[in-house]
C-alpha cells in the first residue's frame, strides 16, 4: 500500500467518525428537545451569584436558559457519561478545557446556557496543598447554584456561599464567567 492509499483511508476513516459524532450529538439533541425551560435575564442569573457566592460574574447573553434542579441532575449524567471518557491531560486537557466541554454540551445537546465555568483555588484537605482550577457553576430556574466538578469524579454540590468542601477539596471561588 502507498503513502497516498494510507493517506486516503485516513481521510475517509476520521470523515466516518466525524459524522457518527455528529450524528450521536444530534441524535441526543433530538431527545431532550421537550425538556422543560425558564427563561432568565442577565440581571436574575448575576444578582443570584453576586448574593450567594459575592464574585464578579462575566456574561456575554442576554437571555439564559435553565430548568429545574431535577432537571439539570438528568442534564448532567448524559453530559457526565460522555465528558468523563474523556481523559486529563496536563495543559493539553485539562481542567479549563474539560468545564469548557461541558459548558458546550449543555448548550449543544440541551440548549441550557445557565452552566458557566468558575474559576477557583482548591485545597486539598489532607496535604495542605492548593492550585487554581476551573469547574461548572449551574444556575437552576429557582436562582439555586450548583458545582458541577468532572475533575473530582464528577461531584455536585450545591453552593451557599463563597466556599464549599466536596470530596477531599476546598473550594474558594473567585470568577464566574457565563
Known amino acids: 500500500m502507498t503513502n497516498q492509499e494510507k493517506i486516503k483511508i485516513k481521510r475517509i476513516a476520521v470523515s466516518f467518525n466525524t459524522a457518527l459524532v455528529v450524528m450521536g450529538l444530534k441524535g441526543l439533541q433530538g431527545s431532550y428537545s421537550n425538556l422543560p425551560v425558564n427563561v432568565k435575564s442577565y440581571g436574575e442569573l448575576t444578582s443570584a451569584i453576586k448574593r450567594i457566592m459575592n464574585v464578579p460574574v462575566g456574561m456575554k447573553d442576554v437571555s439564559y436558559f435553565t430548568t429545574s434542579f431535577e432537571n439539570w441532575q ?24 474539560r468545564a469548557t466541554t461541558i459548558k458546550d454540551l449543555s448548550s449543544l445537546i440541551f440548549g441550557l446556557n445557565t452552566c458557566g465555568i468558575v474559576y477557583c483555588e482548591i485545597t ?11 469547574a461548572n457553576l449551574i444556575v437552576d430556574d429557582k436562582g439555586n447554584l450548583l458545582l458541577f466538578d468532572i475533575d473530582n469524579a464528577g461531584v455536585r454540590k450545591k453552593i451557599t456561599g463563597q466556599t464549599l468542601t466536596a470530596r477531599l477539596w476546598h473550594y474558594r471561588f473567585i470568577k464566574a464567567i457565563f
Open 74 to 97: 438528568e442534564v448532567l449524567d448524559v453530559i457526565y457519561n460522555i465528558a468523563h471518557r474523556f481523559k486529563w491531560k496536563k495543559e493539553r486537557y485539562d481542567c479549563e478545557d
Open 124 to 134: 486539598n484537605i489532607q496535604t495542605g496543598k492548593r492550585f487554581r482550577h476551573y
